[in-house]
């Protein structure tokens, strides 16, 4: 028998904004510009750009972007030539700007052992430890990849990766499994909160008006304001919060799909595959992607609006961006690695002001 509501209307369900991380989009905006228009002047042999050339790169739409940051910033960016000069116009970095930029090298060293990492772990999540370059290609600057990374780093480690071809595509190869890195980025946050003793324990088992809950199957929730959960939706919360679920590093062939401790499982893979980037966000077409190779939920956006608590889908620039919730202070990224460090000291000379206005999104840019 179907239940009846006496002929009213359901209740619509709200998807309630965050908007400090709907800003985290706005306000990368233009720090992407500037990032995206010095990575274009560096690879020019001249270390300079002519303007007629910058709509080839940037297409027409976004050329009058690059222009007023171009003539918005000074001392960022130089233009040369022009009417009174018989050379063509060109833009080039400032030399304050040269100087800033030159640390780009030693951020790019210091990221190194993080990226070789966090390629292996990417691979140890997939079904068959491999993933197709291309789909690698996709998050690589998400990653904090150099946009060279199948020249000058895969190769520098043949003990972890291979590249082989298999029927026609190219994929990246994990070579040796390595059990110390199958800990997720959320059994290291409870290990250093100190909520899972040495036996991988909880020390308590409190659950709170606001769904979080000290065990070692629980997720950091933050719901957002305006939501006010009743006490048969806490404790459903709570339920599953205590749930335990097999480890996202455990092969996905092994899960049954329809055990409520696999859906668990595939959150735990998406907060893992998020925590792998700099910024702790993908777009929704990025996640799409890898659907095959970490056997993600089918209705992927209906996971992640049911676990609103975790994850944030915000539709503010260009494309659906997927946020992990616990990464963020209000629109401030909490963690930065030492490339997002060097952008923001980039994103500086902007001027004082304006900076920190912005640095607390800093934007995944091309390399």
């Given at each position: 028998m179907h239940k009846t509501n006496g002929g009213r209307k359901p209740k619509k369900k709200i998807y309630h904004r965050v908007h400090e991380l709907d800003r985290v989009m706005e306000l990368q905006k233009k720090p992407s510009v500037i990032l995206q228009l010095k990575s274009i002047i560096q690879s020019r042999k001249s270390d300079s750009l002519l303007l007629r050339d910058l709509e080839k790169e940037v297409g027409f739409v976004?050329?009058?972007?690059?222009?007023?940051?171009?003539?918005?910033?000074p001392s960022?960016?130089?233009?040369?030539?022009g009417k009174s000069d018989k050379s063509p116009t060109a833009v080039m970095l400032s030399e304050k700007a040269k100087r800033t930029a030159a640390l780009e090298a030693e951020a790019r060293v210091q990221m190194e052992p993080f990226l070789v990492k966090n390629l292996r772990k990417l691979l140890m999540l997939s079904v068959d430890c491999r993933v197709p370059l291309e789909k690698i290609e996709m998050i690589g600057n998400e990653m904090g990849l150099p946009c060279d990374f199948k020249k000058s780093l895969i190769p520098k480690y043949p003990q972890f990766f291979s590249v082989k071809d298999v029927s026609g595509r190219w994929y990246l190869d994990l070579e040796n499994w390595d059990s110390s890195l199958a800990v997720t980025a959320r059994e290291e946050r409870l290990a250093l909160e100190g909520l899972l003793n040495t036996s991988g324990h909880p020390k308590s088992a409190k659950i709170s008006k606001d769904g979080n809950f000290s065990g070692p199957f629980a997720f950091h929730l933050n719901f957002p304001v305006g939501f006010r959960p009743n006490m048969s939706y806490l404790e459903e919360v709570q339920r599953w919060q205590k749930m335990d679920f097999p480890s996202p590093y455990l092969n996905a062939r092994r899960v049954e799909a329809a055990d409520p401790k696999a859906r668990k499982r595939a959150v735990a893979v998406l907060h893992e595959l998020l925590s792998l980037t700099m910024e702790k966000r993908l777009t929704s077409a990025q996640?799409?992607?890898?659907?095959?190779?970490?056997?993600?939920?089918?209705?992927l956006?209906?996971?992640?609006?049911?676990?609103?608590?975790?994850?944030y889908i915000t539709n503010k620039g260009a494309k659906s961006t997927v946020i992990l919730k616990e990464a963020y202070d209000g629109s401030n990224l909490i963690n930065k690695c030492p490339l997002l460090e060097f952008r923001d000291k980039f994103l500086e000379l902007m001027g004082r002001r304006e900076a920190n206005s912005c640095i607390g999104a800093s934007s995944s840019v091309a390399n």
């Open positions: 976004q050329k009058w972007n690059y222009m007023a940051v171009i003539e918005k910033y960022i960016f130089v233009v040369t030539g996640l799409d992607a890898f659907h095959s190779e970490y056997r993600l939920p089918a209705r956006l209906l996971c992640l609006i049911k676990h609103h608590g975790i994850f």
